[in-house]
Every structure is written in C-alpha cells, then in structure tokens.
C-alpha cells in the first residue's frame, strides 16, 4: 500500500533553517508530481510548493517564495524542503502528497511538526 513517511521536522529559531524529507513507497514515484503541504492550528491544509516529475519544473506559495526549496531524488523516492530563513508564520505539521487539482492523491502520512519560536 502507499506510505508517505515525512522527517525532519523541529523546533528552530526564527531565521533559523530545517530541511525536511519525504520517503514514499507503494506507486511509481518517478511518475508523479510532488508537493509539501503544512496545517497549522486552526488552519485547513495548504500546499506551499511542488516539483515535476523530472524535476524540470517547480511552484511555490508566494508567502515561501526565495526561502524554500523544494527537490527530489527519483532514485530514493524522496522529496525535500529545505526552509530558510524561517518565520514564526511556518509554524506548522508539514506533508507531502501528489496534488490532484484542489485535493491530493494518496493517504496523508503522519507529518513532521515544525516549530518556529524565540
């Protein structure tokens, strides 16, 4: 069955970094896109940045645009985020999936918390 395992999460300063990975196991992941997601409190779940299948190709939420950045390694099945210079505003449980128009493909994972206080 699909798995989506999410990692990397902490609790980091602001201005601080943290780069998050995803390990997904089930599908053929080199076909598909992938994107990160996070939920805050309260909040519904937003995608803030995908990549292509190969790579060629990515998106970002404007409110992450030139701090984070998303890849992957189709050989691992893994995609990352690296997130810089982070601010208290992305505070949240992030997840990867592959968008499907407004919804996702496959079932959540359990997420990873990132945590961004002084």
């Known amino acids: 069955q699909v798995q989506l395992v999410e990692s990397g999460g902490g609790l980091v300063q602001p201005g601080g970094s943290l780069r998050l990975s995803c390990t997904a196991s089930g599908f053929t992941y080199s076909i598909y896109v992938m994107g990160w997601y996070r939920q805050a409190p309260g909040k519904q779940r937003e995608l803030v940045a995908s990549?292509?299948?190969?790579?060629?190709?990515?998106y970002y939420k404007d409110s992450v645009k030139g701090r984070f950045t998303i890849s992957r390694d189709n050989a691992k099945s893994t995609v990352y985020l690296q997130m810089n210079s982070l601010e208290p505003e992305d505070t949240a449980v992030y997840y990867c999936?592959?968008?499907?128009?407004?919804?996702?493909?496959?079932?959540w994972g359990q997420g990873t918390q990132v945590t961004v206080s002084s």
């Open positions: 990549i292509s299948s190969g790579s060629t190709s990515t």
């Open positions: 999936n592959t968008p499907r128009g407004s919804d996702s493909r496959w079932p």
